[in-house]
């Protein structure tokens, strides 16, 4: 059966167009706690945006002004976000995933997780197959050897791709 509660991708691709609207994303999946201050935020995304930390006054009064006149409304209103004007509180909402499938594709260092995998899956195929046909140095492990190897490479790759999801995968979990 299709979800027809997603958002519309054309609104998932006009919001991750900005950088901001990304950067809060990020903090507020990676985040420890349900929801994060409006100033946090600010400080947070200006920092990361100077390379100063603390940032000067002025990035951090910029961008918490972006954020509370343009960008968490806009997400509010696609339900992707919760901002409590009133206690300048941010927290992810249900269309939140919809947005995250398309932001979850990065590693820590820059590369996607499916080229890390397939990466992973191409060595794992030709040392193996190297070890079968008796390729030099590659045969003198024994292919049972090489293949529980990178089985177990695998399963260090699948966990640290959990963790680097863990605090997303922990809401999706109480919902």
């Known amino acids: ?47 990361s945006e100077t390379g100063h930390s603390p940032p000067p006054r002025t990035a951090r009064d ?10 968490l409304p806009k997400l509010h209103e696609l339900g992707v976000v919760n901002y409590d004007t009133t206690t300048h509180t941010v927290t992810l909402c249900t269309h939140a995933r919809d947005v995250e499938r398309y932001m979850g594709v990065l590693t820590p260092y820059g590369v996607t997780w499916s080229e890390v995998y397939r990466s992973l899956g191409i060595v794992s195929l030709l040392i193996v197959l190297g070890t079968l046909l008796e390729a030099p140095l590659v045969s003198l492990i024994d292919p049972l050897l090489w293949t529980s190897s990178f089985l177990a490479a695998f399963a260090v790759v699948i966990s640290a791709q959990l963790w680097s999801n863990r605090w997303s995968l922990v809401r999706s979990l109480r919902r």
């Not at 509660?5 to 990020?26: F, H, K, M, V």
């Not at 910029?62 to 960008?71: A, E, G, M, Y």
């Open 62 to 71: 910029s961008v918490r002004s972006s954020l509370h006149q343009t960008h």
């Open 1 to 47: 059966m299709f979800n027809t509660t997603q958002l519309p991708e054309g609104e998932i691709y006009d919001i991750l167009a900005n950088s901001r609207r990304r950067e809060t994303l990020r903090l507020l999946t990676n985040a420890e706690s349900e929801s994060i201050e409006l100033g946090a935020l600010a400080t947070a995304i200006s920092a």
